[in-house]
Every structure is written in structure tokens, then in C-alpha cells.
Antibody, heavy 119, light 108 residues
Framework: EVQLVESGGGLVKPGGSLRLSCAAS????????MNWVRQAPGKGLEWVSS????????YYADSVKGRFTISRDNAKNSLYLQMNSLRAEDTAVYYC????????????WGQGTLVTVSS | DIQMTQSPSSLSASVGDRVTITCRAS??????LNWYQQKPGKAPKLLIY???SLQSGVPSRFSGSGSGTDFTLTISSLQPEDFATYYC??????????FGQGTKLEIK
């Protein structure tokens, strides 16, 4: 059974940093691109970042470029999101999602982890 | 950047109704259009990928159509468990999955 479990969320002050993790199981993690998607309270879905299976291709939304860094460790079946210079508008539930290569849709999602940026 | 516009933003319907949600892209995205369902407090769930392909395990009352810039999600006969928010997503550009703003489907 495919499972994605996020962790690392919490309360952080503006300007602070946080590192999110996503532990994958039930599939060959190293064969799939992975993504982070976030959802601010009461708002819609916003794609944040993606990373290819071998980390060769990395993309970011303009809203996080230069502040967030996506990475992965295929040996540990884990995906990460390092978030620096956090702002109030980064407050959201952060989901990791598996991406299928053809047509690039997200077929499995984690349960999400809440990041709150507030003083 | 490709913009995705969903309509309506909210919709009231009854069990058994046929419902259609539309999604329009700001430029052609071929068939790189996906639909997700999200219930409160839960992660999104993939319903339709590549505009019209039904994800495994999704009931056949859900269907998708369209190509280019105009797409639709149709629920042929609403069931109580279908009341949720629906999002379209384009996966054509490298700025992955621009999502539509969502359509909240409520019970009439």
C-alpha cells in the first residue's frame, strides 16, 4: 500500500525556518517525481515545488523561489522541504504528492502537515 | 504562466442530480488536465487524469472531457458522498499543476 507521511510542521516566527519531511513507503520511491502542494486555511490548492526522481530537475512556484529548497534522499525513501525566511502568507497545510511521469498527475497524497507562521 | 479558471465557484445540487463543472485554461494545455476531489480536513483525491481517464477505484458516475482550453467534470447522479470541493489542475507546464480555484458542491 502506497503511503506518504509528512512531518515537521509547527509554529514558527516570521523570518524563521522549518524543514518538512515526507516518508514514503509501499512503492519504489526512487522511480517517481515528487511534489509539495500547500493549502492556506480556507483557501485552494497551490503547487509549491517538484523534484524529479534523480533530483536532476527541480522547479518552484514564484511565491517560494529563493526561500524554499526541495530535496530527496532515495536511500531513505524521503522527501524534504527546507523553508527559510518564512512569512505569514506561508501559513498552510503542506502536502507531499507522488507524480506519475506520463501526464504528470498526482496520484497519491499524504495527510498533510500544518505550518503556522506567526509572532 | 497558465491560469486555470473554474466555474461555478459553488454549486447547490440534490442527490441524484447530474452536475457539470467547467475548467478553462488561459492557453492550450492539450489533455494535460486533472481533476481532484477534496473533503474537509482531508487530502485531495485524484478522480480524473489526462482530461478523461478515470483513476482506478473511482466510481463510473464521474467522467471528464475536453481538450485544448475547455474541460468539464461531470457527475452523472450525485451521491451523498460526492459533496465536496473539486479542483482542476493543469500539468502541461513545468510550473507543475496550476490549480483552479475550486468548486464547492453543496447539498440543496
Amino acid at each position: 500500500e502506497v503511503q506518504l507521511v509528512e512531518s515537521g510542521g509547527g509554529l514558527v516566527k516570521p523570518g524563521g525556518s522549518l524543514r518538512l519531511s515526507c516518508a514514503a513507503s509501499g512503492f519504489t520511491f526512487s522511480s517517481y517525481s515528487m511534489n509539495w502542494v500547500r493549502q492556506a486555511p480556507g483557501k485552494g490548492l497551490e503547487w509549491v515545488s517538484s523534484i524529479s526522481s534523480s533530483s536532476s530537475y527541480i522547479y518552484y512556484a514564484d511565491s517560494v523561489k529563493g526561500r524554499f529548497t526541495i530535496s530527496r534522499d532515495n536511500a531513505k525513501n524521503s522527501l524534504y522541504l527546507q523553508m527559510n525566511s518564512l512569512r505569514a502568507e506561508d501559513t498552510a497545510v503542506y502536502y507531499c504528492a507522488r507524480e506519475l511521469l506520463r501526464f504528470r498527475y498526482f496520484d497519491y497524497w499524504g495527510q498533510g502537515t500544518l505550518v503556522t507562521v506567526s509572532s | 504562466d497558465i491560469q486555470m479558471t473554474q466555474s461555478p465557484s459553488s454549486l447547490s445540487a440534490s442527490v441524484g442530480d447530474r452536475v457539470t463543472i467547467t475548467c478553462r485554461a488561459s492557453q492550450s494545455i492539450s489533455s494535460y488536465l486533472n481533476w481532484y476531489q477534496q473533503k474537509p480536513g482531508k487530502a485531495p483525491k485524484l478522480l480524473i487524469y489526462a482530461a478523461s481517464s478515470l483513476q482506478s477505484g473511482v466510481p463510473s458516475r464521474f467522467s471528464g472531457s475536453g481538450s485544448g482550453t475547455d474541460f468539464t467534470l461531470t457527475i452523472s447522479s450525485l451521491q451523498p458522498e460526492d459533496f465536496a470541493t473539486y479542483y482542476c489542475q493543469q500539468s502541461y507546464s513545468t510550473l507543475r499543476g496550476t490549480f483552479g480555484q475550486g468548486t464547492k458542491l453543496e447539498i440543496k
